[in-house]
């Protein structure tokens, strides 16, 4: 079904953007959705944060205002959304 491609789609873009840095030396902490991203970031204190706008559950943009209140780590929003602002 289309709903369970797309899910499979981010996955392998997850998969294979974590597998790029870690060749390049980074140590790779994914989450597949807002919750777990939190809890990552909590256990782990990341030197940086590379965060989907469409999380499920927690979207990104509430992860990233949620890190924010107790961080300055930079954070690079990724999406595949075409606007830049989403209404």
Not at 7 to 15: D, F, L, Q, T
Not at 22 to 38: K, Y
Request: proline share 6%; glycine share 4%.
């Amino acid at each position: 079904t289309p709903p369970e491609r797309a899910a499979r789609a981010v996955e392998i873009v997850r998969e294979v953007v974590a597998q790029y840095l870690t060749q390049d030396g980074f140590h790779v902490e994914m989450a597949a959705d807002g919750n777990e991203a939190l809890a990552r970031f909590a256990a782990a204190r990341p030197d940086l944060v590379l965060l989907d706008l469409m999380l499920p559950g927690i979207d990104g943009l509430e992860v990233c205002r949620r890190i924010r209140a107790q961080s300055n780590v930079p954070v690079i929003m990724v999406t595949a959304k075409s606007d830049e602002i989403d209404t």
